[in-house]
Each structure stands twice: as structure tokens, then as C-alpha cells.
């Protein structure tokens, strides 16, 4: 029989030792929807470290439910090449494709992480980190040279659960050289820069 506290002790360890080794990182994609799989893919692919940070269960966006809960989703030419990396099996109709919903979001989450992507579920980005970018200091004779420009070098985040029950419980940052708002509509992280 297996000693319960050693399953705890496997799955807390190694989930922080993970969570550890991706709070420095290239790319912060905000949101595990096709664009955020596909756009830490690619990045990925180039050798990037990237994170997805994902505020729900589940990846996948509302590319699961289809065309009205129906799992089917049309595309045309560009959409239909990015499947074909991914395996999905497609059928024509005139110039148009159709795809299993189920079988896009699966296989399109198990290819980004083949290329090392690094999703974390059920945390969602409170805020951006803003810091003063230095500017090239061999430009002195530039006279558009501000010293005092800012980038955004990071996300400060929580757990979904904390911002659902509304609890006063600090965030966590995570460092990174970029943020791609991957959320959808809602748009939360250029929301957040705009603030």
C-alpha cells in the first residue's frame, strides 16, 4: 500500500521545484486559449522560455465548446496550416476547413508542451511589473534620449481561488523580458497597462 504522505510530498515538491524554475523566464503568455498555446509554441520553438499562465482549469479557451456546444470549428487557409503542425485532422469544404474542437485544444496544449512551454492552470496576473528602461548611454547627442522610459518586465500573480473568494492574500512576481496578452476579448492585461 502506498504511504499517502508520500504522494503529498511528491506532488507539492516537484510542483514547486517547477514553479521555481519558471519564475525567471523570457515570455509570460497570459492566457492558455489556441492563441496563447500557439503564440508560446512558436516561441518556444525559437528557444524561448515561456510560461502560460492559464486563470482557469482548464486550457483551451472557448475553443472547446465549439460552434454552440457543437465540438466542430471552421477555418480558413492560415488557421488550417497551424492544425497541420499540430496534427489535426481536418476536412475541406470549398475553401474552408473543419476540425474536432476536443481533438485542436488537445493536441495543440500536448505540441506546446513538447516544445517546452511551461502552463500553469488556475493562476490568474493581478498586475505587471513596471520598471525604468535604461536607455543606450552611448546616445548621449541623441536629443530624444529619455532616460526615464518604462517597460514592463514581469506579472505579479495569484491563484484563482484567492480572487474568487476575495482574499486579502499577497501575489507573487514572475520576471520576464516580455507579456503577451493572450486573454481574448477581455483584453485583462492591456486593461491592466492602460490602468
Known amino acids: 500500500m502506498i504511504e499517502e504522505t508520500k504522494i503529498t510530498k511528491l506532488i507539492v515538491r516537484n510542483a514547486v521545484d517547477d514553479f521555481l524554475e519558471n519564475l525567471d523566464v523570457d515570455v509570460v503568455v497570459a492566457g492558455g486559449g489556441p492563441s496563447g498555446l500557439t ?4 516561441l ?10 492559464e486563470r482557469k482549469l482548464s486550457i483551451g479557451g472557448g475553443m472547446w465548446g465549439g460552434g454552440m456546444m457543437f465540438p466542430r470549428v471552421v477555418l480558413q487557409k492560415g488557421g488550417k496550416e497551424i492544425l497541420d503542425e499540430c496534427n489535426v485532422k481536418c476536412k475541406k469544404f470549398d475553401d474552408l476547413w473543419i476540425a474536432d474542437s476536443i481533438e485542436c485544444v488537445t493536441k495543440m ?6 516544445e517546452g512551454v511551461k ?4 493562476i ?15 546616445n ?19 491563484w484563482t481561488a484567492v480572487q474568487m473568494a476575495n482574499l486579502h ?3 507573487l512576481s514572475v520576471k520576464s523580458n516580455f507579456v503577451v496578452d493572450a486573454t481574448g476579448h477581455e483584453a485583462s492585461i492591456c486593461h491592466l497597462v492602460v490602468k
Open 119 to 122: 502552463i500553469f492552470n488556475l
Open 109 to 114: 496544449a500536448a505540441k506546446a508542451i513538447d
Open 44 to 53: 518556444a520553438k525559437a528557444k524561448k522560455k515561456v510560461v502560460i499562465f
Open 169 to 171: 492574500v499577497d501575489p
Open 140 to 158: 548621449k547627442d541623441n536629443k530624444n534620449n529619455n532616460n526615464n522610459k518604462t517597460k514592463i518586465c514581469g506579472v505579479v500573480i495569484n
Open 124 to 138: 490568474s496576473i493581478e498586475d505587471v511589473l513596471i520598471r525604468s528602461a535604461q536607455s543606450n548611454k552611448n
Open 39 to 42: 503564440t508560446a509554441r512558436y
